[in-house]
């Protein structure tokens, strides 16, 4: 994977039109991007960041079918979500595990309502079902939740989820379309359309905003997978259309294990306001979340708001006997749902959907918008049959279903590498050659100098943020290791790419600039 020679791909097909180009690098895009790759279409995907760095690195990491939308009676969107979770995590198993909840009840009612609940959840996931839930008594419910407080506790119900590193996964997605002949670029920002005289668009116009060199690029279809973003692209296209997005911030903390120290997982299922409460193991730290406040500045930094971090250490401490206080706060991340709204009545919350929306506009521009990480698959297909439906691109089938993204006969003397997927073991072999490489690049981080030099080699980071926060997960483990890092991740990139001190020192002044909005 190497961004040059992607690039020099881009600039000899300029009189060759693409099939597809999928503008985003989300969830969505790389979905998109994915099924059109391997359907057989000449895709490419354009990123104006990093891939993920909007609102899919930022989830709460679960790949579920969601308890809370059973309870809202949205039972359709919970059955095709349970049935792609089943897939997710067949697919993909060397990011996504199987993840045991807890339930703490604190009267018969709640006893009645959790386990019917539960029970019908497990139904609706059939065959695909990661485990029976069930009621376990107080004493049960304290041996599995140490630290859970156990006045007034009744007892627990126990269901499964799968849980997944979202970045990672999203890196995965864009390794296998490149793997599957697409191409995938990152720091490519689509700022306008190519239009015919009818008014149909026929590609877009793009800057390469690590270089500064601009690129029309023609193809057959554009695809708009651009998250909260979307009416942003919108309007390149209809300076007029309507808002189609209602964003919605959500708020996630990390904590210590030490606040947990368990493997089980705890859900809230109603806080104060109404919310659902998660926390969450997640390699070694506990993520705990979150929150839902619409707002109306769109950003690819969103910051979490006061009310919103006391909120979620308030309700946590309420549950925990150790209650979590500012400075236990290992990192706080916010994420923006990109909600569809109703065009009719967009500032109408209550309209506000978790299923996702396709639509084709009249110059041709087809948007994907809504939905979530565990429906990225079904999303895709929908999208690209809209396109063949409506005679865009010729017919072809979605091979997505079964398509594997990890062969799992690496055999790596040290688990957590898996995460890389295939050929994980050079990084093993690059410590072998110089033992010096397995050192840490921080005494709190589990990330080797031989995982950085590897990712440089083949996962096209630009930038020291591209590795601490998405390639590792640093940053969202613990944001001041990840700062204290820095300077060591910029020096080995410098090796690895040729690039010189001032780039070094540029760099990590803007990541601790960054980063800062995460302690
Ligand atoms: C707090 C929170 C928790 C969540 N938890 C879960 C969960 O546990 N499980 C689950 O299934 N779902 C979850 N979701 C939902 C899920 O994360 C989102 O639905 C999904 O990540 C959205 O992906 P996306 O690709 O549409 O948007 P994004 O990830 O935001 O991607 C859009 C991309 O488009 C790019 N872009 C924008 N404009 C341009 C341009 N002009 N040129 C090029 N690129 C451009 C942006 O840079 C961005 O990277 C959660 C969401 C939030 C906010």
């Known amino acids: 994977m190497d961004r040059n020679s992607l690039i020099n791909h881009l600039k000899e097909r300029t009189s060759d039109p693409w099939d597809i180009i999928v503008i985003g690098g989300g969830a969505t895009g790389l979905g998109v991007a994915l099924d059109a790759v391997t359907r057989g279409y000449k895709t490419i995907l354009l990123e104006q960041s990093d891939f993920s760095k909007g609102t899919s690195s930022r989830s709460t990491k679960l790949v579920h079918g969601g308890v809370r939308y059973l309870a809202q009676g949205d039972i359709l969107l919970v059955m095709e979500a349970l049935h ?69 506790l009744k007892g627990g119900i126990v269901y499964h989820d799968g849980q997944f590193d979202d970045a990672r996964m999203a890196f995965a997605m864009a390794t296998e379309c490149l793997g599957n002949g697409g191409t995938v670029l990152n720091y490519f920002r689509v700022n306008g359309f190519l239009k015919d005289e009818k008014g149909k668009i026929r590609g877009v116009l793009a800057r390469d905003l690590e270089k500064g060199d601009e690129y029309s690029i023609s193809g057959r279809l554009v695809i708009n997978a651009t998250g909260v973003f979307a009416d942003e692209i919108h309007r390149m296209d209809d300076p007029l259309s309507r808002p189609s997005i209602k964003p919605s911030q959500g708020v996630h903390l990390v904590l210590d294990n030490s606040f947990l120290q368990s493997t089980s997982a705890i859900m809230i299922p109603k806080t104060d306001d109404g919310r659902v409460l998660f926390a969450i193991p997640w390699y070694g730290k506990v993520v705990v979340g979150t929150t839902d406040t619409p ?225």
């Open 84 to 152: 792609e979770r089943g897939l997710f995590l067949k697919n993909a198993p060397h990011l996504t595990a199987n993840q045991e909840f807890v339930i703490p009840v604190y009267t018969l009612w709640d006893v009645i309502l959790y386990t019917v609940g539960l029970k019908f959840y497990d139904l609706l996931a059939g065959r695909l079902s990661m485990g029976k839930s069930y009621y376990i008594n107080r004493e049960k419910t304290l041996i599995r939740l140490p630290l859970l407080k156990p006045s007034g």
């Open 295 to 519: 707002l109306n500045l769109i950003s690819m930094e969103p910051k979490a708001l006061d009310e919103e971090i006391e909120f979620i250490l308030n309700t946590a401490g309420r549950y925990l006997t150790r209650p979590p206080k500012r400075q236990d706060v290992k990192c706080v991340f916010a994420g923006l749902r990109p909600l569809a709204a109703n065009p009719q009545n967009p500032d109408a919350t209550k309209e506000v959907s978790r299923r996702h929306k396709i639509t084709l506009s009249s110059s041709g521009l087809l948007s994907i918008i809504g939905g979530k990480w565990t429906s990225y698959r079904r999303m895709a297909e929908e999208t690209i049959d809209k396109a063949i439906k409506n005679r865009i691109i010729e017919s072809k089938k979605c091979v997505t279903r079964d398509f594997s993204f990890y062969n799992g006969e690496e055999k790596l003397t040290s688990e957590r590498l898996k995460i890389y997927g295939r050929n994980a073991s050079e990084i093993e072999k690059l410590i072998t050659k110089n033992p010096d490489l397995g050192i840490p690049i921080h005494r709190d981080l589990p990330y080797t100098r031989a995982e950085i030099v590897w990712i440089c080699k083949n996962e096209m980071p630009v930038t020291p943020e591209d590795i601490l926060a998405r390639r590792t997960r640093a940053l969202f483990l613990d944001a001041r290791a990840s700062m204290e890092a820095c300077p060591l991740v910029a020096r080995l990139m410098a090796n690895e790419l040729g690039l010189d001190n001032s780039w070094q020192e540029r760099q990590v002044e803007n990541y601790n600039q960054m980063a800062a909005n995460y302690l």
